[in-house]
């Protein structure tokens, strides 16, 4: 929302075409206050006209008050005029008021104040998952801009980043609105084993127009990688599992066994389905907690190796049709971590009845370090 208010101002008919130029004298009788004398009787001219020899003008006048070059905007106090040449004088063919001001031959506008704040930062199957956090905290639009993101600083570097600095991956973003804020989830391939801090800078090619540039990177987020192992556990069924739409819900139940002590679980599906936005998928632990993956989806077509996993940012409820990637869950995921040994239980609900689908497959995998 752009805060410049611009209203158009009415200029007379008479001084956009003709200036200071008067219609055409045709008459015969009394002095002629033409431009081009055309009477035979009426003495010395005394208009003001541009073609008379005798005449006081000095050649064409802009009537508006356009005084700069032609073909041109400028300001005139508060107001920008823009104007033409129509080839008998400079003309202002229109004026626009600037609420803030005129500078430079342009309306003074708000510029944006853009923040940026890591929320968290996720080690998942040999990458970074940096959920983040953009502000724009001025009154005038961001334009487009672009995040820059590190999973950790290199040796040779001397603290956080710097705006001019270029991260290990670089996101075009859309405009944010004035006091609009959003979050975002995106992936880092990993560094090497060990400590790290990650960090993140907005706009650090300097594209935006912002009252100050100094709150433009992140804090660092401190995050481990710790060599592990990821087992994962597949409900693959003899024959896809069909989906009730009558409101009866459905199970498919898998079993994660061995000596495993999980930092990290996620769940994967994959579900054929001609309306998801009917369909409420929830996931049962083995200590028989219930989590819900999905509630009220977008209106769409299947899950499409869809993976729900704490830290990832983004809900299926924000996102679109088949949802291929890695998502939110709708409620907390909190599983204790040693508790993923046992039986893990899929259940799906159709809500609303007239539309088929069916669970083609699903897995549990946890990730234990060593």
Do not use: K
């Not at 995040?147 to 001397?158: E, G, I």
């Not at 599906?269 to 001609?274: A, G, K």
């Not at 940012?313 to 679109?320: F, I, K, M, P, R």
């Amino acid at each position: 929302m752009v805060h410049t208010v611009i209203r158009r101002i009415a200029v007379p008919v008479a001084l956009v075409l003709g200036g200071c130029f008067s219609p055409t004298d045709i008459d015969s009788t009394g002095p002629d206050t033409d431009a081009t004398d055309s009477d035979s009787t009426a003495g010395p001219d005394t208009g003001t006209d541009a073609t008379d020899p005798t005449s006081p003008s000095s050649g064409p006048v802009d009537s508006t008050g356009c005084t700069h070059e032609c073909d041109a905007s400028a300001c005139n106090g508060a107001t920008l005029d823009e104007c033409i040449d129509d080839g008998s004088g400079c003309r202002t063919i229109q004026s626009v008021v600037c609420d803030l001001g005129c500078a430079d031959g342009a309306c003074v506008v708000e510029p944006a104040e853009l923040a940026i704040s890591i929320v968290s930062a996720a080690w998942i199957e040999a990458q970074l998952h940096v959920t983040y956090v953009v502000a724009n905290l001025g009154a005038g639009p961001s334009g487009e801009y672009r995040v820059d993101l590190w999973h950790s600083r290199p040796a040779n570097f001397d603290g956080p980043p710097a705006v001019g600095d270029v991260g290990d991956v670089g996101i075009p973003r859309e405009s944010l609105a004035p006091f609009e804020a959003a979050q975002f989830t995106d992936m880092i391939p990993g560094p090497p084993n060990g400590d790290h801090v990650a960090y993140a800078i907005i706009d650090t090619d300097q594209q935006v127009f912002e009252a100050d540039e100094n709150n433009n990177v992140s804090l660092g987020f401190a995050w481990t990688n710790t060599a592990g192992t990821v087992h994962t556990s597949f409900g693959v069924p003899s024959a896809p599992i069909v989906i009730p739409d009558d409101g009866t819900p459905v199970d498919s139940t898998l079993t994660v066994a061995g000596d495993i002590f999980s930092a990290q679980s996620w769940v994967t599906l994959n579900v054929t389905h001609s309306e998801v936005a009917d369909l409420t998928v929830e996931l049962v632990a083995p200590d028989l907690s219930v989590r819900t993956l999905v509630m009220a989806a977008p209106s769409g077509v299947n899950f499409g190796g869809t993976t729900f996993i704490e830290g990832a940012g983004t809900l299926v409820a924000d996102s679109a049709a088949p949802f291929v990637g890695t998502f939110e869950p709708a409620t907390a995921w909190a599983v204790d971590p040693a508790a993923v040994v046992g039986d893990w239980t899929l259940r799906i609900t159709d809500t609303i009845p007239g539309n088929a689908g069916q669970v083609n497959d699903w897995s549990v995998s946890v990730y234990q370090p060593l």
